[in-house]
């Protein structure tokens, strides 16, 4: 057991080597940040989040070849433009937190299942657990399924530009490289049971107890049972729960200064590069980033009182992250007591 928590607290604190992060977070600084500034000189700024959500598709596939990279890209947009319009779509009927939680998790399931398939990098659904949960928290008419594909939709195209453009640059290899799909058998289905069960309690946990942002306890929730094996799960849950202590302080200081708009894309943007050069690094680390960066993302795009924000992310986080950590100790558990292993 002594042992157990030492790999834990060792895996918290560890820093990976470098492996050209300065490269993804260049793609992610355009990739996000002109978007953004097309949206700033129109005067559409409440449009960001779709920006933003469709521009993560850059994050996508940092260590694959070129070719690889821009197919990963190109499907993960899709699949981001598809959860947000199934987010657009539940707000858009109204309907209530639970039933929301109910088929964000849905969601946050088939797409785990669907990047163990197709390999992806980074794993898991929690981008598009992300996308789908916030757009469903925004006012939604008809007209906002048409801003959701265009703003979306665009952004990925964007992404796209900018990934091959860069690749060309560096005049990398082209080539195809060979990839086999894993197998579906009972890891993929164990990860994706236990990614669809952390999110639904956590959502109805943070939707009850909360009742605003309750997605943000179910992005914490799939962070946290994210990992391969049940010690990279609570090393996880753990720097993320670190990370976004500190990272709503930082937040806290830049919400108190109510800055102008212009100066929070700059800001978001240098928070989206820290964020990529230490994401494959330390997932903590990137946390302090990544957290003041969400919630400047969310003020920009539907004001709200900062002390609300920053109490929700505190607690919503707290709520995921303990569901995730539950949910993957039994999920351990349950795996060594079956007869398969």
Known sequence: MAESRGRVWTGVIRVGPRQGDHRVALRAVISVGAPLLVLFLIGRLDLSVYA????????????????????????????????????????????????????????????????????????????????AGATASFPATAATFGLVLLVGGASVVWSLVVTTVLALSRRASWRRPERTRPPIGPVAWEMTATVGVAALLAGIAGALLIGTHWYW??????????????????????????????????AAGLL??????????????????????????????????????????????????????????????????????????????????????
């Open 256 to 341: 108190a200064l109510d800055l102008p708009p212009w100066l929070v894309i700059v800001v978001a943007v240098a928070l989206q590069a820290g964020a990529e050069l230490f994401v494959g690094r330390n997932y903590g680390i990137a946390m302090i980033f990544i957290t003041p960066l969400a919630l400047l993302m969310v003020s920009l795009a539907s004001p709200v009182t900062p002390d609300l924000l920053l109490r929700d992310r505190v607690l919503e986080t707290i709520i995921g992250v303990a569901v995730g950590t539950v949910v993957a100790i039994v999920s351990a558990g349950l795996r060594r007591r079956s007869p398969t292993d």
């Open 217 to 250: 306890a179910m992005v914490g929730a799939v962070a946290a049972v994210g990992g391969a094996h049940v010690t990279a799960r609570l090393i996880r849950g753990v720097q993320r729960l670190v990370g976004t202590l500190l990272g709503v302080l930082i």
């Open 52 to 131: 933003s959500f469709g521009a993560f598709a850059a994050l996508y596939g940092r260590a694959d070849r070129p070719r690889t990279r821009v197919r990963m890209q190109a499907t993960a947009g899709a699949v981001l433009v598809g959860s947000m319009l199934v987010g657009t779509l539940l707000s858009f009927l109204a309907t209530p937190a639970i039933a929301s939680v109910a088929v964000v998790a849905v969601l946050a399931a088939a797409v785990t299942l669907f990047a163990y398939r197709k390999r992806w990098h980074p794993p898991g659904a929690l981008f598009a657990v992300f996308a």
